[in-house]
Nanobody, 114 residues
Framework: QVQLVESGGGLVQAGGSLRLSCAAS????????MGWYRQAPGKPREFVAT???????AYADSVKGRFTISRDNAKNTVYLQMNSLKPEDTAVYYC????????WGQGTQVTVSS
C-alpha cells in the first residue's frame, strides 16, 4: 500500500532553517507529482509547494523565495528546504501525492518561535 512518512520537523527560532523529508513507498515515485501542505491550529490545510515528475515546481506566494522543494528519485524522497522561517510558518506539514489516489502522510510539526 502507499505510505508517506514525513520527518525533519522541530522547534526553530525565527530566521532559522529546517529541512523536511518525505519517504514514499508503494508508488512509482519517479512518475508521481508530490506536494507539501500545512495546517496551522484553527486554520484549514493550505498548499505550500509541489514538484512534478519532471521536477517542475510551484509555490504558495507566502513561501516563495524562502522554501525550496526537491526530489531524489533514487531514494523515493521529496524534500522541503525551509529558510528564513517566520512564526506564521508554524504548522503541521504534510506530504501528499495524487498518484492513482489521494494519499497523505501523518504530518510533522514545525514550530517557529519569535
Amino acid at each position: 500500500q502507499v505510505q508517506l512518512v514525513e520527518s525533519g520537523g522541530g522547534l526553530v527560532q525565527a530566521g532559522g532553517s529546517l529541512r523536511l523529508s518525505c519517504a514514499a513507498s508503494g508508488i512509482i515515485f519517479s512518475i508521481a507529482s508530490m506536494g507539501w501542505y500545512r495546517q496551522a491550529p484553527g486554520k484549514p490545510r493550505e498548499f505550500v509547494a509541489t514538484i512534478s515528475s519532471g521536477s517542475a515546481t510551484a509555490y504558495a506566494d507566502s513561501v516563495k523565495g524562502r522554501f525550496t522543494i526537491s526530489r531524489d528519485n533514487a531514494k523515493n524522497t521529496v524534500y522541503l528546504q525551509m529558510n528564513s522561517l517566520k512564526p506564521e510558518d508554524t504548522a503541521v506539514y504534510y506530504c501528499s501525492t495524487k498518484w492513482r489516489g489521494d494519499y497523505w502522510g501523518q504530518g510533522t510539526q514545525v514550530t517557529v518561535s519569535s
